[in-house]
């Protein structure tokens, strides 16, 4: 009995080092954990790599499919192409990239994660089929109604009106009220093209072939046009700079708008958007954005991320304040807000201490914040049709002042040492009854 007894205090002191083992917390410390990520992030062929190639190519990676298309200017060999290929930090690629490569035919590409893992991606190559030439005629054929003025049996597109030629590339179109109903796909044909001038037209539709355009395109002006939706290949314009496509029948702006990095200027005026995307305000390059006239009723508080704005326009939105989120824009030169329901102007107006233009007509204005003439950079001052009762004397120390307006507003009387601006060349408007004597 005395052994037993004795075997089963052995039994019992295992089994509580057992429970005491499994309450302790596991130390983790000394567990690695593979990483999984396995992208491809860039894929390019460039010109030094090509003697074929006259400059750098960046292809469109399309994750969701792990397709990534190429587009190649027309007469490019493919048989002996060696691309740079940029993938996750701890991912390898399978494939040998320092040999060329025959892109005649799709290859794969095969990714792998340090965890193992492995994505595959297919590469498209496609060669321009079309000359120059042949997309152009196919341009002014599917217009017939165009004004371009075109004579397509000339064979020097270089004498056509509005197309810009450089070294036997077309690097501009500048086609602005031409009678243009269509974009037909084959003008994304222009490998070269930089610049498109297409406003004050009736074109409905952007083709999804326009992400073709990805590798040169940098302004584009599609304004009063009418067109309603922006194609989800849009958004591979990544060297896209300069965007207008105010005044045409848009509803919605895609939040995709955020991939276009390098774009400075922004007009998406005249439509009847309502809201802009949260993904706007993360293009923190932009200098100029105008929303005016697209029924916004408040200014998104992300909007002060877009430090290097220098232009604003909110005027027609039923905004009714400017808020702080605009008076936080301390690198704004420009700010419109003429018709958005205004009342006051708020004291930390002299926060924009490098506004030149301020734009408030048309308001609920009744009197002028002393604090204005603390913006002591402004060049031009637009009050007129308000209700404003009295002028400020201290308007008196914008010296830089080119034009002040101040018609169709209660006063009849302003202070001499505002009138006196006029004697030091800034143009004063007001009304013909108003005479100056304060």
């Known amino acids: 009995m005395k052994g037993l007894t004795s075997h089963k205090g052995v039994v019992l002191f295992i089994c509580c080092i057992f429970l005491v083992s499994c309450t302790k917390e596991?130390?983790?410390?000394?567990?690695?954990?593979?990483?999984?990520?396995?992208?491809?992030l860039e894929f390019k062929f460039l010109e030094e790599e090509n003697d074929q190639l006259d400059s750098n190519i960046t292809a469109n990676i399309d994750e969701e499919t792990k397709v990534i298309s190429v587009v190649l200017p027309?007469?490019?060999?493919?048989?002996?192409?060696?691309?740079?290929?940029i993938v996750s930090q701890t991912a390898s690629i399978v494939q040998d990239i320092e040999v060329s490569l025959?892109?005649?035919?799709?290859?794969?590409?095969?990714?792998v994660a340090e965890d193992g893992s492995?994505?595959?991606?297919?590469v498209k190559v496609r060669v321009i089929a079309s000359s120059p030439r042949e997309v152009l005629s196919t341009f002014f054929e599917q217009n017939p109604d165009n004004t371009l003025g075109w004579n397509i049996e000339n064979e020097d597109i270089a004498t056509w009106d509005g197309v810009i030629v450089v070294d036997n590339k077309v690097v501009a179109l500048e086609l602005a009220e031409k009678g243009l109903t269509v974009l037909?796909?084959?003008i994304c044909d222009l490998f070269y093209l930089r610049t498109m001038f297409l406003e004050k037209n009736m074109i409905t539709k952007i083709p999804v072939e326009i992400e073709d355009l990805s590798n040169n395109l940098r302004t584009l002006n599609l304004g009063e046009n009418q067109i309603e939706t922006i194609p989800e290949e849009f958004f591979s314009l990544k060297k896209l700079i300069n965007l207008?496509?105010?005044?045409?029948?848009?509803?919605?702006?895609?939040?995709?708008?955020?991939?276009?990095?390098?774009?400075?200027?922004?007009?998406?005026?005249?439509?009847?958007?309502?809201?802009?995307?949260?993904?706007l305000f993360e293009l923190t390059q932009l200098n100029s954005l105008f929303l005016n006239n697209i029924k916004l009723t408040k200014v998104p508080s992300e909007i002060v991320k877009l430090s290097q704005l220098t232009s604003l326009g909110l005027s027609g939105n039923p905004i009714g304040e400017i808020s702080d989120p605009i008076l936080g824009l301390e690198s704004l030169t420009r700010l419109d807000m003429y018709n958005a329901n205004i009342s006051v102007i708020p004291s930390d107006i002299r926060k924009l201490t490098k506004l030149k233009r301020l734009q408030l007509s048309r308001n609920n204005l009744t009197e002028i914040?002393?604090?204005?003439s603390d913006v002591f950079m402004l060049e031009f001052l637009f009050l007129n049709i308000n209700t404003i009762e009295q002028i400020p004397t201290k308007i008196s120390n914008l010296i830089h002042l080119k034009t002040l307006d101040i018609k169709e507003n209660t006063f009849v009387t302003i202070p001499n040492a505002v009138c006196d601006l006029a004697n030091t060349g800034t143009e004063i408007l007001i009304d013909e009854h108003v005479t100056c004597g304060l």
């Open 26 to 40: 596991i130390d983790r410390s000394d567990i690695t954990l593979l990483n999984n990520e396995k992208q491809i």
């Open 244 to 279: 207008k496509m105010h005044t045409n029948l848009l509803r919605e702006i895609p939040s995709d708008i955020n991939k276009l990095k390098a774009l400075r200027e922004l007009n998406v005026s005249n439509n009847s958007l309502r809201t802009v995307p949260i993904e």
């Open 102 to 111: 025959d892109f005649s035919a799709p290859i794969i590409y095969s990714i």
């Open 118 to 122: 492995i994505a595959d991606y297919t």
């Open 369 to 372: 914040n002393e604090s204005i």
């Open 184 to 186: 037909p796909p084959e």
């Open 74 to 85: 027309n007469g490019t060999k493919v048989t002996t192409l060696k691309p740079e290929i």
